[in-house]
Every structure is written in C-alpha cells, then in structure tokens.
C-alpha cells in the first residue's frame, strides 16, 4: 500500500483543528483541583462521570478527568497554543494532592480520585524543565524542589527492586493499558488469554518505567541546579546515570536489537516488540550503536514498526499484534496498544530520527502520521485516541486530544 500523503491545505486544516480546539481541554480550577487543569477530550465536562460505578472512558471512550502523562505531555505543547503557565499549574495540580508518602494519583477529578493507588507517572520534572526558567520565577523554588524530590523518592521506597531498576504496580499504572510486554502472553487461542492471573504484574522490571525515570532524574538536577541545590543536583545526575548502566546491562536484548522487560525471578527477558521497549532509544539516553541498532532494525523496519499509517505501538511481526478497538489478548481494559498507531510514540520516534541524523525518514514518518489524522478528521470530524495502523481508520475515543496536540511538532516539521 503506499504511504499516505498531505497537502499543504491538508497541513492547514489540521493545524487549525488542533489551535481551535486544544484550549477546550484545559479547565479552571474546581474541587479537589487547585490550579487550571487538563483533560484529554475536548470540550466535556470534568468529573461529569464522578459519581458513576463506571468511568466513560470504559463506555465511550470519553476521558472526564486528568491524566498523569496526557496532562504533562499536553502541557509541555500548550506554549503553542497561548497557555505556557499551563505547565506549573498542572505540576502544581498533582503535588498538592500528595498522601504525605510522596505518593500522586495517576488520575483525579475535581470530585474524586480515580484508578486508587496507582502513582503518577513520573514526567512532572521533565515538563517543568522543558518550560524553561522563566516558570520558576516568583515561586518558591525551594519547596517546589523538596515536593519533587519527595515525589522521586516515593517511586524509589515502593518501585524499586533490590537490583536497582524499577517496576509498575501493575500494567494500569503504566498508561500502556494491554501492554503486551508487561503482561508477559506468547500465544493465546482466545480471544482472552486464560493465564491472566498468571501474568507477572507489578514485578517486571519495565523498559519503560527505567527510562522515565532516568530522564526524569535529569530532569530534576537541571530544576536543582537552577535553584542553586549543586549536591542535589549532582546526586539526582548520579541516580540517572546509574540507572542508565542498569538498563543497558539488563534489559537490553541483542536478538530484538531493542530493550525488553525482564522477569527478576526467572531473569529472563520478555521477547517481544512493544514500543515501550523502544524508549531507551526515544528519548534518547540508549548507546549510539545500540540507538543505531534499534532504529535500523526497528524503527524504519517495515516488518516490525514502520507502518502505512505511522509507528505501531507493537510490531506487525507479533503473533499478537491486532488492530481491534480494544486488545483481543490479556487484559482487555479500554483502549488498544496491541498495534494500533498513537500520536505520542510517533512524535518520540520523530524526535529521535532528527536527533540521530535521519531527517528524511523524520518527515516520511511525520507525513504518515499527519495524513492518518487528516483522513479521519476529514470522514469523521474529529481526531481519535488511536488509529488501524495498516488503513488509518480510527478505532476508539471520538474528541480525543490529549497528546495529540503534539501533532503540531509535525506539521512545523513538514512546513
């Protein structure tokens, strides 16, 4: 099939898609929510599901409350839409509803919280980070430092194994709601693999959680520095650099030529191609040879990744890669990281191909990306949560916005 292509006037119309309506995510504070806050779908109203026994996430696909990862990632975009205070006042949200652990829910509203245990992903450095200086300004810096750190120090006391890298609570936690690598499935010849319970959840040392926090980490020893916490900042760039050792010594899988989640009792490493095992190389803390490697082998490799419609969240050459609305194997919950194309791992990839030299390949797979959601907005008005990777048809949560205001780093790309 060829690759999809935009026109200019294609280029235009999604741009003016995302300007208008991205500020509708973005709602005063109310309740339990302090400063103005994000919610992946447009123009809802927050908390409208507070007092159902199911979420509409579960039923529509409309997302009413604030999430960890799409909040922060929205943020980190909202300069490009007018909002570059958004950024502070989203951190700001997750740490004033700390339990005294350092501890953050994942999930809030402004009458409840949701998904109840589960931890904030940890991006809240990185997004301050990326909003620059001048969001420090008039704060207090010291308490705003000794609010992350208590944050980072919580995933460290109840995330860390005794070898030094990091695990899940369980697959939810993750974001990667289905993640195949993390729930460990081969083969199933139903559509619900029976072994479920049997499935390693909250133990397996996960490439994705180690490379948040090895960059989050960093992350955190600019925000010290620039608060003028020098042995702090060292020791956060110490912890970062550790942990990188870690990931390159464990989890990295020569056969794949890509990382892995590894099970700490069998040590043996989950041998299958999810995206999350991409993101040591992604977000760019991975070997030059092995980022070389990954990409090669992976990224631009047809076989596995690159797809008509953008990068797969799992490789076509898995025995389970699927493009169903929901995932057909292991925890069916709400959405589908089984194959289906999302905007965020595709932008990671677009940064990384630029950042290693392969800008060609940045803007073909930048053009996929674009096309696929210029299709659907133009056959269903509206963008989705994610996208068939082989025909681009949208699958699931009409009105989604979320990350995929990171759709604006493509276009300026391709303009």
Not at 74 to 97: E, H
Not at 250 to 270: C, I, T
Request: proline letters at 5%; one cysteine or more; hydrophobic letters at 40%.
């Amino acid at each position: 099939m060829p690759s999809p292509k935009s026109s200019a006037q294609d280029l235009r119309k999604l741009k003016k898609y995302l300007m208008d309506n991205a500020p509708g995510c973005v709602h005063q504070p109310e309740g339990l929510l302090k400063y103005k806050y994000v919610t992946p779908t447009c123009d809802i109203r927050a908390g409208g599901d507070d007092l159902s026994p199911v979420p509409e996430r579960s039923l529509t696909g409309h997302y009413l409350q604030m999430y960890d990862w799409d909040a922060c990632f929205f943020a980190q975009a909202a300069g490009r839409i007018g909002l570059s205070d958004l950024p502070l006042s989203v951190v700001a949200n997750f740490l004033s509803l700390s339990d005294g652990s350092g501890h953050l829910p994942r999930t809030v509203s402004p009458n409840r919280v949701w998904d109840s245990g589960d931890a904030c992903k940890p991006f809240l450095c990185q997004t301050l980070d990326l909003a620059g200086d001048s969001l420090l300004c008039n704060q207090d810096t010291v308490r705003l430092i000794a609010d992350l750190e208590h944050f980072l120090r919580y995933w460290q006391s109840h995330r860390r194994h005794a070898s030094g890298l990091y695990h899940w609570r369980n697959v939810l936690e993750s974001g990667v709601d289905d993640n195949l690598a993390l729930l460990f499935p081969q083969e199933a010849a139903v559509d619900e693999n029976k072994e479920t319970d049997k499935f390693p959840d909250g133990k397996l040392l996960a490439a994705d959680l180690n490379t948040y926090l090895a960059v989050e980490y960093q992350a955190f020893s600019r925000l010290a520095a620039r608060a003028g916490q020098k042995d702090l900042s060292l020791e956060y760039e110490r912890r970062s650099a550790e942990l990188i050792g870690l990931i390159e010594s464990e989890l990295w899988d020569e056969k794949l030529g890509m990382y892995a989640n590894l099970d700490p009792d069998s040590l043996v490493r989950v041998a299958l191609r999810s995206w999350t095992g991409l993101l040591p190389v992604l977000l760019g803390i991975a070997q030059p040879s092995r980022s070389e490697q990954t990409i090669k082998q992976n990224v631009l490799n047809a076989e596995h990744f690159f797809r008509h419609s953008g990068l797969a969240s799992f490789a076509a050459s898995e025995p389970l890669y699927n493009q169903s609305c929901r995932g057909l194997y292991g925890r069916v919950i709400v959405s589908n990281w089984q194959g289906p194309v999302w905007v965020l791992p595709n932008v990671l990839a677009v940064r990384c191909l630029l950042r290693q030299g392969f800008k060609a390949m940045a803007q073909e797979l930048a053009l996929r990306v674009t096309s696929t959601l210029v299709s659907g907005l133009t056959s269903h008005g509206t963008l989705f949560e994610n996208y068939n990777a082989e025909t681009g048809e949208p699958l699931f949560a009409p009105r989604f916005m979320s990350w995929n205001i990171l759709a604006l780093e493509l276009i300026e790309l391709l303009e």
